[in-house]
């Protein structure tokens, strides 16, 4: 969901002071509310349609989980393209223009993004209905395995926890970034001897460089988390930190009221990195079983992986602009449909490209955990042997079933977690090599410094003749 309010945010910023389609703002109340209604008769659908899908007694939830996500992709397409026809018809002019809000950092921002926000809500609302009956399955099913019974999350503890990790968790860098951003521009408006355009962005570049670096040190307190207490398993995974040659800042305790097993790093330099193991993965899974998903993260670490992720973004955004400016200026098209080409290659490189991406990320760092994971310890040549592969798969099989996420289910960054078992299996059972995974991250990296490379081009040659 994260990547949805990233690409709303996206899509506000290219749209907002675009020339509306229709002028004087007669049709922004009447898309307000269009957009509100459709924003609740999908979530209705989705949560009828999610709950008749249930099958009864204790059989598999597979096909309920599907349909659910097929039918969550269609409400975060419409929460997108809600937004972007609402900002097509006037919103946008009428927020900074019509309220006066163009002089006010921030301000006119958080209002463009308020429909998307309360379209959000709506339905979390809507869905929560579906939550609370599959995760009562799931608990009950947990508790026939032996497993401690929990209560699902009531309303608005579901409500806040979507809120602060798939809203807040993007909008607050966003949202800093862009105060300075309209800060400078509103200096630069009523002072341009001294505040200059080219200060103006290189200002901005630099403290939006700084909030990313930073951002996890904020992160790590909207959502809730403490610091892991010294005891064995905190000085088990020390030694991997020691054996794989990994720094970071703090381990935290991910506090999710037992209902999320999983695990995450966030953070590109040490100083600023966290690493976060949930509550209901510490609780629930044995120490080997930790030790792996512990290898897994660090795994992404020692790759570099968020540091890569980042190189996409900037060279993404940065040459699906210039393409989609470059196209519009050769085929004589207005700026209208300019923006819209920007909106479309953007949209398109992030669907395939970065979920593409993450999958091998996350594949390298499964073979990595079940490398170092082994009875022997990570052999010198990088061979999976058959039990660190078994370590690995195990901790994922687990993790599944802790969340009640069907196997076969494929995710969009991660993958199946049945393809990804079969696959440090088959490496396993074959005294495959780390190389195996390596080989094409490494072709992939390549491509993102050459793409980084070509942004940075570009932008130059821009600059230079003014285009």
Known sequence: MYVVVLIAFITAGTLAEMRPVASGGRFVIPALAAYLAGSVAIGSLRS????????????????????????SLAANVWLIAGLAGLLLVGYGQWVMKGLGLQGVPLVGDVLLMAPFVAAMIVTWLLEYRFYRVAKGRIIYQQTLMGLPPRSPWSLGQFIGYN???????????????????????????????????????????????????TAPTLIVRIWRTVRMPAGPLNEELAKVCRDMRLRFR????????????????????????????????????DRREVRAVFAHEAGHIVGHHLFYMLLFSISSMTLCKSAGELLAWRLRLDEWWAEGIVVAL????????????????????????????????????????????????????????????????????HGSIRG????????????????????????????????????????????????
């Open 48 to 71: 009828a349609l999610s709950l008749r899908a249930i099958p009864a007694g204790g059989q598999p939830m597979r096909a309920a989980f599907i349909r659910h996500g097929i039918l």
């Open 163 to 213: 809120l602060r990790h798939q809203f807040l968790f993007v909008a607050v860098p966003i949202g800093l970034i862009l105060l300075v951003w309209d800060t400078l521009g509103l200096l630069n408006q009523r002072w341009p001897r001294y505040v200059s355009e080219s200060a103006v962005y290189a200002g901005s570049t630099v403290w939006a460089l700084l909030v990313i670096v």
């Open 346 to 413: 953007l949209g398109a490189a992030w669907l395939l490209g970065f979920g593409w991406i993450s999958r091998r990320f996350e594949r390298q760092s499964d073979v990595v955990a079940a490398w170092y994971c082994g009875d022997s310890g990570p052999s010198p040549d990088g061979r999976i042997s058959p039990d660190g592969a078994c370590a690995m798969a195990r901790s994922l099989e687990r993790i599944a079933q802790l969340n009640g996420i069907p196997q076969g289910q494929w995710n969009w960054r």
């Open 420 to 467: 990804r078992v079969a696959y440090v299996m088959w490496l396993g059972s074959t005294a495959g090599n780390r190389g195996d995974a390596d080989r094409p991250v490494r072709r992939i990296k390549a491509g993102l410094w050459a793409a980084t490379a070509l942004s940075a081009a570009v932008v130059a040659m821009q600059a230079a003749i003014g285009f």
């Open 250 to 285: 703090q381990l935290l305790i991910w506090r999710t009221g037992g209902m999320i097993a999983n695990a995450l790093v966030m953070g590109l330099l040490a100083p600023v990195r966290y690493v976060l193991l949930s509550d209901a993965l510490l609780e629930q899974l």
